[in-house]
């Protein structure tokens, strides 16, 4: 190809598509095309957004997809290689800008997904260790007030349904013994620091 042994500067867009096209000499004519566009494809991904790492790598994807498409004659000429070049850097571009866009969509889902779940877990582990304290408060509390205050908080029984489910003769004996029982687990709660904020916890994470 007499085209393609012209000096780099003298080639035509008909000759460098026609040296590509053939495969003759491809290299002299892709070292044509970076000398002559590089710079201003650079230009383009380093004002919207992109590093001059970015810029390689793009412009890299752009002389093997321009390549291609014209041996495959995709491309043959209908517009300047110059226009063609910037067009397809700008397409490539926006569609990688798009992606990066998505992934870290994903990425922040992802992390505010991790962050709810490991809070939680967080709060579900204090409120179990705060429900243990509270256990073992009942338990010092006795058979009977344990039975009253666990029928009525931890399975929400109504004081109709503890009677049923109870020996107390009536409802106003149920609310008078738990009335008592609380009296003699605030005391204790109290009289602990720990058990106190402990019981806080479990109630502010109680579900």
């Not at 040296?19 to 070292?31: P, T």
């Not at 209908?78 to 992606?99: A, G, P, Q």
């Not at 990425?107 to 204090?126: A, C, P, V």
């Not at 109504?158 to 009335?179: F, H």
């Amino acid at each position: 190809m007499s085209g393609i042994k012209r000096a780099l500067n003298s080639l035509t867009d008909t000759d460098l598509l026609a040296g590509i096209k053939s495969g003759d000499d491809i290299e002299r004519a892709m070292r044509f095309v970076y000398q002559s566009y590089y710079r201003m494809l650079e230009n383009y991904v380093l004002t919207n957004t992109g590093s001059q790492d970015d810029a390689a790598d793009l412009i890299q994807e752009v002389m093997v997809t321009f390549i291609e498409m014209v041996q495959k004659e995709r491309f043959r000429g209908e517009s300047s290689v110059k226009s063609f070049l910037y067009t397809l850097t700008k397409n490539l571009w926006i569609s990688e800008l798009r992606k990066r866009e998505n992934e870290m969509k994903r990425n922040e889902e992802f992390e505010i997904g991790r962050d709810t779940l490991e809070e939680d877990i967080s709060q579900f582990m204090t409120y179990k260790e705060a429900q243990k304290v509270i256990m073992d408060l009942f338990e010092s509390l006795g058979t009977g007030c344990k039975q009253v205050l666990t029928l009525f908080y931890y399975e929400n029984l109504s004081v109709k349904e503890i009677v049923e489910r109870t020996g107390y003769e009536n409802e106003q004996n149920v609310r008078n013994r738990k009335y008592k029982c609380l009296k003699e687990l605030t005391d204790l709660v109290k009289s602990s620091p720990t058990a106190f904020n402990n019981v806080k916890a479990a109630l502010r994470h109680a579900k």
